[in-house]
């Protein structure tokens, strides 16, 4: 296997469970996700030595897949759209109170406007930085800011949400 081959399988390994992660939290079923990923995945590899060369490898992979899914919405049929289970981490303490948070969580990320969620998933998921996202988006720094603070805003103020999050650390 040469250099770069380990390199590049060195990167998958690390961040491929995450990258799926992503993908599920930007809207689309674990199988589509997966796929998603895979082709991100294939596109990267054929430019191996352009990736590895950026100066953040992890933004240009997340905007290889932000491309990707948008492209493939784009082209879907959109008549039918099939629920697919969320992948979740284990379980902490109770598994009824970690569900419906992931269930609230999902739900209210599903009533953001598109732009948000995906800055909100790269932000506080992916843990990029402002300019990281700015470069996966295509965006101004600025633009980021402001979708993430109104995403913020319209999470604060939505009630299920806020509901469930009161109950847990009064259970706790």
């Not at 784009?74 to 948070?101: K, N």
Request: hydrophobic fraction near 35%.
């Amino acid at each position: 296997m040469k250099p770069d081959e380990d390199d590049y399988r060195a990167f998958v390994d690390a961040r491929y469970a995450r990258l799926v992660r992503a993908a599920v939290l930007f809207g689309c079923g674990e199988h589509d996700a997966e796929d998603a990923v895979q082709e991100a995945l294939v596109r990267c590899y054929g430019a191996w030595g352009r990736v590895s060369a950026a100066d953040d490898r992890d933004a240009y992979v997340y905007r290889v897949l932000v491309n990707g899914i948008s492209r493939s919405r784009r082209r879907r049929w959109r008549g039918e759209i099939p629920y697919q289970d969320l992948p979740e981490p284990p379980p902490t303490d109770d598994p009824a109170t970690e569900v419906s948070l992931s269930q609230s969580i999902r739900a209210s990320l599903g009533r953001l406007g598109h732009d948000q969620r995906q800055v909100l998933v790269l932000r506080y998921f992916a843990d990029l930085t402002e300019t990281q996202i700015a470069s996966v988006l295509g965006i101004a720094p600025g633009t980021v800011k402001s979708r993430a603070a109104r995403a913020i805003a319209a999470l604060s103020e939505d009630t299920s949400l806020s509901d469930l999050i009161t109950r847990t650390h009064e259970e706790k």
